[in-house]
């Protein structure tokens, strides 16, 4: 059965560890780091990859346009 | 059948999502999950996908997103506090062919600019409005807009807003969509991934719609700011929905008859 696979990538220096992208993922994949970037914040990132299904939530959610998403169909 | 790794899936043909080349590489300084980014995002996408970078000019109003002229690569005119619309329409009827919006706060459009925001309503300007309603003047320290709920707190309501002292909340957007001149006028939120999407579409048809000289388009965002109402983002997009929605409700005001 065809299965999707998704995966984000982080500009982690940009992130301003606001959150509103671990609420806005249907399947719990994103936590916040326990480091901080170089501005003192808790960065986004994938506690959980797995579950990703690449649905874009997080990244149209967050205001400051930080997530990229990935996707691919896997057989 | 062996599993995929993360590195065969970060590829860039696999690519589904990321911010619009219309946005420029300068970090917004908007506090941490404040709404305006999520707007800039979606109307750059917008004129992405419209090709329209070098046909736009946008006017920034004063407030916090007064800087927005260094997010967005496109050509762009500050304007003094709430006269957005009155520059807009002057571009607009000088340089008919360009897509013109401006983008304002509440402060801006429904206090000092509201003689604007009526004005060029009524005489129908053909130019394209996004109002970003956060109930409260952000930029200056909180204070009390004239969108601020009844019974909410700000720097200068404290103990929450007292309508028979200080008056009620102005809808001025359900004020937009009774004048002859407006053309398009709805409310959205961008406080969750669904709505998110259908404020997209309707940035996208309120750009559209500028082409067919019917009139001024107005989209009303419902937003944050987490800072004035002093909570955490997430927490603000929860409080928004609780108590900010039931008083301003999303959907179309003023459709054009097709
Ligand atoms: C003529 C004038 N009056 C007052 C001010 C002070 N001022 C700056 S921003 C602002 C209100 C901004 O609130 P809003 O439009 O809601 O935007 P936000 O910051 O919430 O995005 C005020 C009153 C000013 N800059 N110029
Ligand atoms: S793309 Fe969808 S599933 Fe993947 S992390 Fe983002 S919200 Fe979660
Ligand atoms: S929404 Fe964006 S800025 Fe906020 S924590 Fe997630 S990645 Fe960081
Ligand atoms: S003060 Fe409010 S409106 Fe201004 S950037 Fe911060 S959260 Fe956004």
């Not at chain 2, 908007?30 to 004129?47: D, F, K, Q």
């Not at chain 2, 046909?55 to 407030?63: H, R």
Request: one cysteine or more; charged letters at 20%; aromatic letters at 6%.
């Amino acid at each position: 059965m065809a299965k999707v696979r998704g995966a984000i990538v982080v500009d982690t220096e940009r992130c301003k560890g606001c959150e509103l992208c671990v609420g806005a993922c249907p399947t719990d994949v994103i936590g916040m780091a326990e480091e901080v970037n170089s501005k003192g914040y808790h960065y986004a990132y994938m506690k959980n990859p797995e579950a990703c299904t690449g649905c874009v939530n997080c990244a149209i959610i967050c205001p400051d346009g930080v997530i990229s998403v990935y996707r691919v169909k896997t057989t | 059948m062996a599993e995929i790794t993360l590195d065969q899936i970060i590829q860039p043909e696999n690519m589904v999502y990321t911010r619009s080349r219309i946005m420029t590489d300068t970090v917004l300084h908007y506090c941490p999950g404040c709404g305006h980014g999520t707007v800039h995002r979606l109307l750059a996408e917008v004129i992405e996908e419209l090709d329209l970078q070098s046909e736009t000019i946008g006017i920034t109003p004063v407030g916090c997103s007064v800087l927005m002229y260094n997010y967005m690569d496109i050509d762009m005119q500050e304007a003094a506090h709430g006269r957005a619309p009155a520059l807009a329409t002057a571009i607009k009827r000088l340089m008919s062919e360009k897509f013109v919006f401006t983008y304002q706060g509440d402060g801006d459009l429904a206090a000092i600019g509201t003689a604007e925001t009526i004005h060029a309503c009524n005489r129908g300007e053909n130019i394209t409005i996004l109002f970003i309603n956060n109930g409260i003047y952000g930029m200056t320290g909180g204070q009390m807009a004239p969108t601020t709920l009844p019974d909410m707190k700000a720097s200068t309501c404290p103990y929450g807003r007292d309508v028979q002292m200080m008056g009620n909340p102005l809808k001025i957007t359900d004020i937009v969509a009774t004048l002859p001149g407006s053309y398009y006028v709805t409310r959205q939120s961008v406080h969750t991934p669904g709505n998110v999407r259908k404020a997209k579409k309707a940035i996208r048809k309120a750009v559209e719609y500028q082409k067919r000289n019917q009139g001024t388009c107005f989209v009303e965002i419902v937003s944050n700011c987490n800072s004035g109402w002093k909570m955490t983002p997430v927490d603000a997009n929860q409080w928004l929905e609780e108590n900010m929605l039931p008083f301003y409700p999303l959907g179309d005001l003023k459709v054009p008859e097709e």
